[in-house]
């Protein structure tokens, strides 16, 4: 059952950015960008929540979750079919940079029984020991992939040499 959980944290966001040609690298900063959010705002976050008083008691590893996947889920979404058809394939490496990541930052915020069940199994020890592999390879990948998507340079074309 662990297994599985690391699995789908990894599958889900690949075939998710794949099928819907969404800017892998793009939402992979977002979650770089979602872990900024957790470490300083996270406690500030359920600490105002919880001063609320609401009526559904909402668990502080909630809190940071949303704070980490928000920024992602909402590039997801406002990046649908942002990749063009002959970078889809390209995608697909900074896609399994972005699994790997949400299972790095996912895990150690989910609910005790469930991060019991994940860090007790032998996949967990392996993407520990992998980690800081993980988050630097997903990086440059995820910079390259932005940097191959740079505007052409067109001065030759208009004018640089010739009339304005």
């Known amino acids: ?5 690391l699995i789908a944290l990894v599958a889900v966001p690949v075939v998710v950015l794949f099928l819907l040609r969404i ?5 992979f900063l977002s979650l770089c960008l979602g872990d900024v959010l957790v470490r300083f705002v996270g406690n500030d976050a359920v600490s105002v929540v919880a001063g609320a008083g609401t009526s559904a008691h909402t668990s502080g590893s909630t ?7 928000a920024p992602a889920v909402l590039t997801t979404l406002f990046m649908i ?5 002959s ?3 390209v995608n697909i490496l900074p896609a399994v940079a972005t699994g790997f990541l949400a299972a790095v930052l996912v895990v150690p915020l989910l ?3 469930i991060l019991h069940q994940v860090v007790t199994s032998s996949l ?3 993407f520990q020991s992998l980690q800081a592999a993980i988050v630097a390879a997903g990086t440059l990948i995820c910079l390259v992939f932005l ?3 740079r505007p052409k340079n067109h001065d030759d074309k208009h004018g640089k040499h010739g009339k304005a």
């Open 1 to 5: 059952m662990s297994d599985a959980i």
């Open 23 to 27: 800017n892998a690298a793009l939402v």
């Open 63 to 69: 809190i940071r979750l949303v704070l980490l996947l």
């Open 81 to 85: 079919k942002t990749v063009r058809s």
């Open 87 to 89: 970078m889809r394939l």
């Open 111 to 113: 609910s005790p029984s």
């Open 124 to 126: 967990w020890s392996q």
């Open 147 to 149: 940097w191959m998507q």
